[in-house]
């Protein structure tokens, strides 16, 4: 069984640095993309980012191009989410993700639990 346990989330100001963690339990972690999704208030939950199983490929929205960034330790058999110059509309949940491709919400296999990011001054 596959499990995501996502933390990191905090409260941090504007043009400040928080780094996320997903540990993948299971083992899909070598076969399946993983990476982020949030949820602002109020809004629907957007695609953040992506990395391959190989490590090699990383993919991300246009909104967090050049501030966040996707990695992952297989030996730790976790990926991070590097996010820097944050901005008040980067508030919301995040929730790890992984499954065959999640540039898009109905290719994901399995979810995290969410953890909160608050960007505020």
């Known amino acids: 069984q596959v499990q995501l346990r996502d933390s990191g989330g905090g409260w941090v100001q504007p043009g400040g640095s928080l780094r996320l963690s997903c540990e993948n339990s299971?083992?899909?972690?070598?076969?399946?993309?993983m990476g982020w999704f949030r949820q602002p208030p109020g809004k629907k939950r957007e695609f953040v980012g992506q990395i391959n199983y190989s490590g090699d490929y990383t993919q991300y929205a246009d909104s967090v191009k050049g501030r966040f960034t996707i990695s992952k330790d297989a030996a730790k058999k976790t990926v991070y989410l590097q996010m820097s110059d944050l901005r008040p509309e980067d508030s919301g949940v995040y929730y790890c993700a992984a499954g065959p491709i999640i540039s898009y919400e109905g290719f994901v296999d399995y979810w995290g639990q969410g953890t909160q990011v608050t960007v505020s001054s």
């Open positions: 299971g083992r899909t972690f070598e076969s399946h993309y």
